[in-house]
């Protein structure tokens, strides 16, 4: 079977942002990601930066997802919080990159929303503690001696942001049709596999 739409979630300097990158420059098709987060706060006329700072602060609790849930199902906008509009508006940005053709699109519960598809190959990148501290300390100008406060911060703000608005657990390989150590297969080898499953190889 091929896939048209690749969705990547990724635990924090698990090398996901690049493994999507090269994964889309290799089957020649746009990667989404920050570009998300942009549309979206161009659509409610902020700035990227708040939406981030939304997506910290978002609620974990089942109350919230449940609330979420029922309110995104029905269509209904009035009365969503600023991080539900905020979901509401990512979901349809990311419907409409869809819609476009064939793409990547790394995080933001992408393969949750796109689930209905079924050209959608969802994908989880995880890898092992020491890997991803060299990585946040080399790659993004992490100081060492936060480098584990700051995986733990990234990983947990992925994980509410993902059970608030979904109520499934953000790495629960049931929720994936590829789970992925990076550290264990490298970076380059997660590309390929990633190629050869969305062309069907």
């Known amino acids: 079977m091929k896939y048209n739409i690749i969705a990547i979630e990724r635990e924090y300097a698990s090398g996901g942002n690049e493994i999507g990158e ?4 290799r089957l020649d098709i746009p990667c989404y990601g920050q570009e998300v987060l942009n549309r979206a ?12 700072h939304l997506e910290e ?11 979420m849930a029922a309110k995104v199902m029905t269509g209904e906008r009035d009365g969503l919080s600023e991080e539900g509009a905020l979901y509401v508006t ?8 869809a819609l476009q053709g064939p793409c990547v699109i790394v995080g933001r519960c992408a393969g949750w929303i796109l689930q209905e598809r079924k050209d959608v190959l969802r994908v989880f990148i995880h890898a ?9 300390v080399e790659d993004y100008g992490i100081d060492e001696a936060s480098a584990e406060n700051t995986l733990k911060k990234f990983d947990r703000r992925r994980s509410n942001f993902y059970h608030a608005n ?3 657990a953000w ?3 049931k929720g994936y049709h590829l789970v992925l150590d990076s550290s ?3 970076i380059e080898q997660c590309v390929r596999i990633i190629c050869n499953t969305a062309e069907g190889r």
């Not at 706060?41 to 981030?52: D, F, H, I, N, S």
């Not at 092992?128 to 946040?136: G, H, I, L, N, T």
């Open 184 to 186: 264990a297969v490298g």
């Open 90 to 97: 990512e979901e349809r940005v990311i419907k409409d990159m």
């Open 22 to 25: 090269r994964t889309a420059k």
């Open 57 to 67: 602060t978002t609620s974990n609790s089942l109350l919230y997802s449940l609330g």
């Open 128 to 136: 092992d503690r020491e890997f991803r501290k060299k990585r946040a």
């Open 41 to 52: 706060a161009k659509l409610m006329k902020t700035v990227p930066e708040r939406l981030l």
């Open 166 to 168: 979904t109520g499934r």
């Open 171 to 173: 790495d629960d390989k």
